[in-house]
């Protein structure tokens, strides 16, 4: 079992890695000070996987535990849903010290985060993420919320989980296209945090792929102490960890664009990161052959990496001007320098972009 300490003063917290820590989680819930009282929430798919050895454990060690499931899927990820668990929290009588536990992946660590960071003005919380993308990104540095109609992400708080327990095991039971998504938050480490990284997902692709657990369990906990580094130094977003953002603001726009239908985030971003090399490129940061480097990992791990046709220049950037980042007409782009550091360039043109399709 490999252990992360995520330092943040008196939020500071633990991530563990190990294959079947599952069955252990009942263990480490005991040794925090929580009430009787615990609520798991998850949805249908991961909790028949996954929920009744989690819900079994916990009840075992004493606990009243209640579980609350909500429907799988991005659209869920909403007001509406976070005011379900509310209800149940409320009816089952949880109070101030009782703890949420967040089963799933992203969209379910989310919304259970900002269930605790709002339930009776903020309870503690523990993430079991079992996607990769969760496993790498979503669940550590407190970035919790749903969506609004009218934008992603947009009703949130930073609220850090008490612990994040992962089971790489969970892995196995994920559809092949998730878990590649997944890996391209990984590679997006390499590239702009750790050319040994990227260098290491390069040396054992076979590996990676096929799901070997020492590889998994070596990925996971690189990814997550950069992640920690970074949100260790930065942790509400005033300056650093936008370099987190490598990759997305081109692939925001892609998901924007085809409704976030077409194409997984990690997907999206792959497009993006590939994009963005080009960009820094073109603006004399990096040469070819480190794009033709960054191009070559995504495509390795079947990845997509190229724009795709139905999307219209112009179309991207409207959606990329909308950004809350972009400041007259300057976009803000967090473009490669080497592989394995980034910078953020605020002088991004128009032209720049239009450039990027001829
Ligand atoms: N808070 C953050 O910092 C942060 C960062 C990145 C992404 N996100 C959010 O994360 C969400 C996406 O998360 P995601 O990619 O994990 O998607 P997801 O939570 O929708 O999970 C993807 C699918 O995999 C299924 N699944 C989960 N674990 C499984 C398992 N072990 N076996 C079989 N099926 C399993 C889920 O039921 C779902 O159908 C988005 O809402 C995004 O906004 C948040």
Redesign the pocket.
């Known amino acids: 079992m490999e252990k992360i300490r995520v330092e943040l003063g008196e939020r500071s917290y633990n991530i563990f890695i190990g294959r079947g820590l599952l069955k252990e989680i009942a263990k480490t819930i005991r040794r925090f000070d929580f009430s009787s009282k615990i609520a798991l929430i998850s949805?249908p798919?991961?909790y028949g996987?996954?929920g009744k050895e989690v819900s079994a454990a916990i009840r075992a060690s004493g606990h009243d535990l209640i579980e609350v499931l909500i429907p799988?899927?991005?659209e869920y990820?909403s007001l509406a849903d976070t005011e379900k668990i509310y209800r149940a929290l409320l009816e089952a009588k949880l109070d101030r010290r009782s703890a949420l536990i967040a089963l799933?992946?992203?969209?379910?660590?989310?919304i259970t985060?900002f269930a605790a960071a709002t339930y009776m003005r903020g309870i503690d919380f523990i993430q079991v993420?079992?996607?990769l993308?969760?496993q790498v990104?979503?669940s550590v540095?407190g970035?919790?919320?749903v969506?609004h109609p009218l934008g992603?992400?947009m009703i949130g708080a930073f609220w850090q989980p008490r612990l994040v327990w992962i089971d790489t095991a969970?892995?196995e039971?994920?559809?092949r296209r998730?878990f590649l998504?997944?890996l391209s938050?990984v590679i997006k480490y390499g590239v702009m945090w750790d050319e040994k990284f990227f260098a290491y997902l390069d040396a054992n692709r076979d590996k990676i792929l096929s799901l070997d657990p020492a590889a998994l369990t070596y990925l996971i906990k690189r990814s997550c102490e950069i992640k920690s580094e970074v949100v260790s130094k930065d942790e509400r977003e005033s300056g650093l960890r936008a370099i987190l953002n490598f990759g997305h603001t081109i692939g925001h726009a892609i998901e924007t664009i085809t409704g976030y239908k077409k194409y997984?985030?990690?997907e999206a971003v792959a497009v993006g990161m590939y994009m963005e090399a080009r960009l820094s490129h073109q603006l004399g940061f990096i040469d070819n052959k480190t794009v033709a480097r960054i191009k070559a990992l995504i495509d390795s791990f079947e990845l997509p990496s190229e724009m795709p046709d139905e999307i219209e220049m112009d179309n991207l950037l409207e959606k990329m001007q909308l950004d809350k980042k972009t400041v007259s007409g300057r976009m803000h782009f967090v473009l490669p320098e080497a592989v394995g550091s980034v910078k953020i360039h605020s002088e991004t043109t128009k032209e720049d972009i239009v450039k990027l399709a001829e």
């Open positions: 949805n798919t991961v996987f996954y799988d899927g991005e990820k799933g992946g992203g969209v379910i660590g989310d985060g993420p079992t996607t993308l969760a990104d979503s540095g970035k919790t919320g969506n992603k992400n969970t892995l039971t994920l559809p998730e998504s997944g938050e997984l985030h990690g």
